[in-house]
């Protein structure tokens, strides 16, 4: 959520508060900067992150400016971005299929079959005479008759 406001605040600028960047660029970036380039044990984060284009070129392009990078690093970057993309669009299948699972798992109802709330039912008012008995709410006596 905050990643799409910061998102929305940026919307087609190149910097959030106009052309120069500010002392917000730089937190932002700071905050950014490692969710994108960083390997994570949790891709959810670089995932959503990915999801707004213009935060990526934004961190690119504050990266570019004040963090100029070797040819060298610029070819590992390279092939560091293919790793993590493949990781990216396979926790994006991974999550697809985790949704479909539990989908599925909500089609299956989960109501106890008739039988069984017939027989809880059977029991609650056998332990309710019961105990209705035993407290003497319910009073049984019994009668003899005398034949004449």
């Known amino acids: 959520m905050a990643l799409n406001t910061l998102s929305t605040k940026l919307g087609d600028n190149k910097f959030f508060c ?3 960047p500010t002392s917000l660029d730089a937190l932002v970036f700071g905050y950014l900067a490692p969710l994108l380039r960083v390997p994570l044990p949790n891709d959810r984060l670089q ?6 284009p213009n935060l990526v070129r934004f961190v690119e ?10 040819e060298e690093e610029l070819k590992r970057q390279q092939s560091n971005r293919k790793l993590w993309q493949s990781r990216i669009s396979k926790a994006k299948a991974d999550k697809e299929a985790a949704k479909t699972t539990e989908e599925a798992a909500e089609a299956i ?9 017939i027989l809880f039912t059977i029991g609650a008012l056998v332990l ?11 009073q049984v006596s019994v009668e003899e008759e005398i034949a004449e």
Do not use: W
């Open 109 to 117: 109802p989960d109501e106890p079959p008739m039988r069984d709330a």
């Open 47 to 52: 995932v959503q992150l990915s999801a707004c």
């Open 18 to 20: 106009g052309n120069k």
């Open 128 to 138: 309710s005479v019961a105990f209705a008995i035993h407290t003497g709410l319910i």
């Open 61 to 70: 392009t504050v990266s570019s400016i004040y963090l100029p990078l070797s």
